[in-house]
């Protein structure tokens, strides 16, 4: 399925949701991870000047829902069939990344501490809020009002929520483990080389990442209430 033909039918799944993301990040391969590249270069700096620092995953938090929040924006325009560059994605995402971390930080407490818990809890809670961030960037929410939407958009579709999840994890990880382990017996692990492609990986998967998870807060909507990608989009216009 083509990313501009994903608004033809309310039918969705694991596989429609995949391909989508999937289309919406190939036609758009160069923004996209371009975008990601230059948001998560703070990540690649800090962990090179500072290996092994307890303060990369903080870093890398805050990365991480940089390119959440421009790809979000990014996705959405693409899912309209328009074009997208990144300077626009950075500008129109910026304004709701405050929000975002919000959400991240909310969410990253809540699901380790459902996993703490035997596990399923925590995965519950990751389903859950899986649209949280598109519907801070979407729809202008604060951060408990969107793991609310997330959570009434996602009731009785988490199966399918955490089959798209799932499906996308496995491709990332597998992927990563294929370059990572060409480069990694090229060039040896915890060299500067394997750490600048262990950045560029990470970013690709990111952007591909936030494909998914804005296909599906667009799917969950359009099958709920209706909306056409156009109406979803229309707030950034």
């Known amino acids: 399925m083509a990313a501009t033909d994903a608004g033809r ?4 799944g ?3 949701t ?4 999937g289309s919406i990040l190939f036609s758009h391969f160069t923004p996209f991870v371009g975008t990601a590249l230059v948001a998560s270069l703070p990540s690649l700096i800090f962990s090179l000047a500072a290996p092994d620092s307890y303060i990369q995953s903080i870093v890398d938090l805050i990365v991480g829902q940089i390119v959440a929040v421009t790809l979000i924006y990014g996705s ?7 074009q997208v560059s990144i300077a626009e994605c950075f500008s129109q995402g910026f304004g709701r990344l405050g929000t975002a971390i919000g959400v991240a930080i909310v969410a990253a407490i809540g699901v380790a501490a459902g996993m703490v818990l035997l596990i399923v809890p925590g995965v519950i809670l990751a389903v859950m809020w899986a649209v949280a ?3 801070a960037v979407v729809e202008r929410a604060g951060v408990i009002e969107s ?12 199966w399918r929520v955490l089959g798209a999840i799932l499906v996308a994890g496995v491709i990332t990880v597998v992927v990563g483990a294929v370059i990572g382990g060409i480069f990694g017996a090229v060039d040896g692990t915890e060299t500067p ?5 262990l950045w560029a990986v990470t970013a690709a998967a990111q952007a591909f990442s936030a494909c998914v998870y804005a296909t599906l807060y667009f799917f969950l909507r359009r099958e709920k209430e209706g909306v056409d990608i156009e109406q979803i989009a229309a707030v950034f216009d």
């Open 76 to 82: 959405i325009q693409v899912l309209r069939g328009r």
């Open 18 to 21: 995949i391909s989508t993301a």
């Open 147 to 158: 793991l609310s939407r997330s959570t009434a958009l996602t009731r009785e579709r988490r």
């Open 133 to 135: 961030v598109p519907a």
């Open 193 to 197: 080389l394997f750490t600048i492609v």
């Open 14 to 16: 694991v596989g429609s």
């Open 9 to 12: 039918s309310a039918e969705w």
